[in-house]
């Protein structure tokens, strides 16, 4: 049974690799375009890639903390480690390209302004930022329709982006490329880690409680 435990763990977390390299691919593209809006939008080739190959993206799994068994927090932080070194691993190799010193200058910026931020704004917009994220996803495996499915993806990505929401996986992505990882930047982190926490699981809850008093299974 411990070996199976360990094999699961071991399978989740090359998952959720796989799932911060794709993160890093929709970051890279997004610092590539001067255009905004259009990078974006092709941001969340990044999050497509995860939710139709099946990979682990952690702020999509932790909203599910208070629905599953303790031991499913070992899940969640096999899988936060995991997307750290996907998007850790892209962001260096994208520094040893010949893309790398303009995509490093393009993501500069960006920290730049999350590190002279106060703490409690970026808690807050990384909060905003899950609740959109989880929305995204829980109705790409909710909506029957196709086009809904795949346009929830789109949008809920594109919003958080345009709206400059904290979303920790892809900061990590930006710090790496950037070079401006230090004690601060981590403090910051754990912030915005914290801010995507409290986002995911507020519509969770929200249904929860919503079961508890009207008694449905909605």
Not at 49 to 59: A, K, S
Request: one cysteine or more; a positive charge; proline letters at 2%.
């Amino acid at each position: 049974m411990g070996g199976n435990l360990v094999k699961r763990y071991l399978g989740d977390l090359l998952y959720a690799v796989l799932g911060g390299i794709g993160i890093g691919v929709g970051g890279t593209v997004y610092l590539s375009l001067d255009n905004k809006v259009v990078g974006a939008f092709l941001f969340t080739i990044g999050l497509f890639i995860i939710m139709t190959t099946g990979l682990n993206l952690f702020t999509g799994k932790v909203a599910y903390i208070f629905d599953r068994p303790p031991q499913y927090l070992i899940t969640v932080l096999m899988i936060y480690i995991g997307n750290f070194l996907g998007t850790g691993l892209v962001g260096l190799l994208i520094r040893m390209t010949r893309y790398g010193p303009a995509i490093s200058e393009a993501a500069g910026a960006i920290v730049d302004t999350k590190l002279s931020d106060s703490l409690l704004s970026i808690f807050i917009l990384a909060a905003l930022c899950n609740f959109i994220i989880f929305a995204a996803c829980d109705g790409y495996n909710r909506v029957e329709h196709e086009l809904g499915k795949y346009l929830g993806l789109f949008l809920g990505v594109a919003v958080f982006i345009l709206c400059g929401f904290e979303h920790c996986i892809a900061n990590m992505f930006y710090f790496t490329v950037s070079g401006r990882w230090a004690g601060m930047t981590v403090v910051y982190l754990a912030v915005m880690t914290a801010g995507n926490i409290v986002g995911g699981v507020t519509t969770p809850l929200a249904r929860r409680l919503y079961r508890w008093l009207v008694g449905t299974q909605k």
